[in-house]
């Protein structure tokens, strides 16, 4: 089925937007990495939605094997900074401007970094977690990631001082024999701590998937921004939304999986669209 034709300068993208947010007052918005790109959070995907770079840690690896948490933990001292030091970006700001406009009802993010909520967005659901706390995968005990690290870089101070590239969801491309390195487990149970984040091949919490599931029944329309929606969770709610006869927008620089359920496709850089859209809606400060 082809799809909807695609809109590509940030003015007719605005204006767009604009109608669609008017006519839709019940919004159920996606938003994906590339809202945090600008906060200097690298994404995983190229804009035809291919990975980038090699896929991250899957799930049953991260539980399954000492020597690949060892792996994880070490990149994840030199790459947790990136996302601890992560600014509010100005699609978090605009996102949070129509929020409080009453253009946006639930917000579902797919992203880790709370940066909608440092925005100010409120309706904010974490669909796949957030990468500030880690939690023992045994007795359910969670502390502040920052915490932990603190501990890592004591048990660790050779590995606390080196460099590396940042990559995405606080992982650095870090290469180094990590056999010393020592994990910290949970203090209480010495059960496995993991960020409390759904990894690749876990699956989202059902609470989670609950509260999105309820937001997209209090919906009128979808709106997908930034995401290639290649992960199933998030282009799950798309596919819904159209077996319910629901618009479904998206405003992404690339394809996204969803495309053949478009009603409205605009690729065009996120931040200026919606400062353009808000503008028009009034909501300019
Ligand atoms: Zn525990």
Redesign the pocket.
């Known amino acids: 089925m082809p799809g909807v034709e695609t809109i590509d300068s940030i003015d007719a993208a605005g204006l767009a937007l604009a109608d669609f947010l008017r006519d839709h007052p019940r919004l159920l918005v996606i938003t994906g990495a590339g809202v945090s790109t600008d906060s200097g959070i690298p994404d995983y995907r190229d804009a035809a939605g291919r990975w980038k770079r090699p896929p991250p840690v899957q799930h049953g690896d991260f539980m399954g094997s000492l020597a690949v948490r060892r792996r994880y933990w070490a990149r994840a001292l030199v790459g947790f900074k990136a996302l601890r030091e992560a600014q509010v970006g100005g699609a978090h700001r605009a996102l949070a401007r129509l929020e409080a406009l009453g253009h946006v009802d639930t917000l579902v993010t797919q992203n880790v970094d709370r940066l909608h909520q440092r925005a100010g967005s409120r309706r904010v659901i974490d669909l796949h977690g957030r990468a500030d706390l880690v939690k023992?995968m045994?007795?359910?005990?969670s502390m502040m990631r920052h915490a932990l690290h603190d501990q890592l870089a004591r048990l660790n101070p050779a590995f606390a001082s080196l460099k590396a590239q940042h990559a995405p969801d606080g992982d650095a491309d870090l290469e180094t024999d990590f056999a010393d390195f020592k994990v910290h487990d949970?203090q209480?149970?010495?059960?496995i701590f993991k960020p409390d984040v759904v990894f690749y091949g876990d699956v989202v919490p059902a609470i989670r998937r609950q509260q999105a599931e309820e937001g997209l029944a209090r919906a009128d329309a979808v709106l997908a921004i930034g995401t290639s929606l290649m992960v199933f969770s998030g282009y799950r709610l798309c596919r819904q939304a159209h077996e319910r006869g629901m618009p479904v927008a998206a405003l992404n620089l690339g394809v996204t999986r969803a495309d053949p359920l478009l009603s409205l496709k605009l690729s065009a850089p996120l931040t200026a669209v919606l400062e353009d859209t808000l503008a028009r809606l009034g909501g300019s400060r």
């Open positions: 023992c045994q007795c359910g005990y949970c209480r149970c010495g059960g």
